[in-house]
């Protein structure tokens, strides 16, 4: 046993005698080797297309989910590095009613919102849109639907409630005769 510990104790510190001893050759880098050599116009990213302007629809029944959901596009959205725009729509009122059967009698009616939530994604590279919607479209909550197109001025202007009162007075102030000197 005690051979042993001599021949383990003399082996690690003939060992890191000789590392001790052994000279560290180092090497040096000029200046020229810091720099890459690459011809002039050499580009080297792929342009990828972007798309100017999507916009992700939200409808739904249930006001907390679809808001969440929209809460989640919007996050995914800005995880991806996406700039987004994100407005509600008012809700439309549906009035639905069930009829009894082989006749024409109401049974029941109910009545229903629609909420509308809308996502537009500003400037979504091309690479980066399958992968944005693979995601959304794989964690769509029960009762939520989502449409995706490409954004107008139509889509632009419903998002503006209009202004009945100033309507009603720029129409009163075209109906009054003008006065001509």
Same mark, same amino acid.
């Given at each position: 046993?005690?051979?042993?510990?001599?021949?383990?104790?003399?082996?690690?510190?003939?060992?890191?005698?000789?590392?001790?001893?052994?000279?560290?050759?180092?090497?040096?880098?000029?200046?020229?080797?810091?720099?890459?050599?690459?011809?002039?116009?050499?580009?080297?990213?792929?342009?990828?297309?972007?798309?100017?302007?999507?916009? @992700? /629809?939200?409808?739904?029944?249930?006001? !907390?989910?679809? %808001?969440?959901? #929209?809460? +989640? &596009?919007?996050?995914? $959205?800005?995880?991806?590095?996406?700039?987004?725009?994100?407005?509600?729509?008012?809700?439309?009122?549906?009035?639905?009613?069930?009829?009894?059967?082989?006749?024409?009698?109401?049974?029941?009616?109910?009545?229903?919102?629609?909420?509308?939530?809308?996502?537009?994604?500003?400037?979504?590279?091309?690479?980066?849109?399958?992968?944005?919607?693979?995601?959304?479209?794989?964690?769509?909550?029960?009762? @939520? /639907?989502?449409?995706?197109?490409?954004? !107008?001025?139509? %889509?632009?202007? #419903?998002? +503006? &409630?209009?202004?009945? $009162?100033?309507?009603?007075?720029?129409?009163?102030?075209?109906?009054?005769?003008?006065?001509?000197?």
């Amino acid at each position: 046993m005690d051979l042993l510990r001599r021949t383990l104790l003399s082996a690690v510190s003939f060992s890191r005698l000789k590392c001790m001893n052994q000279t560290i050759r180092r090497f040096s880098i000029t200046r020229l080797g810091l720099y890459k050599w690459e011809p002039d116009g050499l580009v080297t990213e792929p342009d990828i297309p972007p798309y100017p302007g999507v916009l @992700v /629809k939200l409808q739904g029944y249930d006001y !907390t989910i679809l %808001e969440t959901y #929209a809460k +989640y &596009v919007n996050r995914i $959205a800005g995880i991806m590095r996406v700039e987004t725009n994100m407005w509600p729509l008012p809700a439309q009122k549906l009035e639905m009613q069930t009829l009894q059967a082989n006749s024409t009698k109401i049974q029941s009616t109910c009545n229903l919102n629609v909420y509308q939530r809308v996502v537009e994604l500003q400037n979504i590279d091309s690479t980066k849109l399958p992968i944005f919607l693979d995601n959304i479209w794989s964690h769509i909550p029960e009762g @939520v /639907k989502v449409t995706v197109a490409e954004s !107008t001025d139509e %889509e632009q202007e #419903a998002r +503006y &409630v209009p202004d009945h $009162a100033k309507q009603q007075l720029i129409d009163a102030l075209g109906e009054l005769p003008s006065k001509k000197k």
